[in-house]
Every structure is written in C-alpha cells, then in structure tokens.
C-alpha cells in the first residue's frame, strides 16, 4: 500500500467513525415516535449506499458492537472484496419484532468472471438487524 492508498483508508476509517458518532448522537432524538420499520430501512439504506461506495469504513459502523470489537475493520472490508461489484442496493421492506427486523435488500451487481463483466444481475437478499442500547445494528455472524 502506497501512501495516498494509506492517507485515503485513514480519512475513510475517521470519516467512519465520524458519521457513526453523529449518527448515533442523533438517533435518539430523531427516532422518537418513528416506527421501526422506517429506521430500520433507512439505516439499511445508508450502510448499502456505503458498501455501494466501497466505503467500508463507514458500512462497518452499522454493524453491533459485539461484532465490532471481536472484528477488526480491515478483516471485515477484505471480506467483502470478493467476485462481485456491488452497482446498486435498495432496502425494500423491513418486517420487525420487539427487537429484531428483517430487511429485505435488492441488489443489482456484476460478476469478475471473464465473460461476465458485461452482465449485470441480481438479487434478493434478507439480513437480520437487531436493537442494542437504543439503536439498531446489522447483525453479521463473526
């Protein structure tokens, strides 16, 4: 890794923990009275946006702390470079109990298999989020 590809990962990795902190500042006061549902979807929404970017940093912040501190960020981002390019993502609908939704997810994406590069697919995915200490999280196996 040369050093802009350093100076770039750590502005990603601040710029993370920065949108996490304000968003998690302002959750509470915004989420009042709203239904689950729609936070749920929204948070949703944004970390597929992230993972759409390639912002890893900021996608990892959505997951649940318990993930997080056994997890390490750059083990995380290696793991989702893979044999697709994600090109789009749209939080569909979000069924929720007391303290656990299942967001559906639509996403459009592009294999890095030779001949099929051109080809643009997709799918449907279901994830499972659940409510920690007055916030909800993407909860990912470790």
Known sequence: MNLTESLRAARSAVAGVLVAAFVAGCASMANLGRPAEEIVLERAQARWNALVDRD????????????????????????????????????TSAKCEERRCVVQVEIEFRLALPGHADRLSSTFLDEIWVLEDGQWFKFEEV
Do not use: I, M, N
Request: positive net charge; glycine residues 12%.
């Open 56 to 91: 890893y940093a900021v996608a990892y912040q959505f997951l649940t702390p318990g993930y997080r501190a056994v997890v390490p960020q750059r083990r995380y981002a290696g793991r989702l470079g893979g044999l697709a390019s994600w090109e789009s993502a749209k939080a």
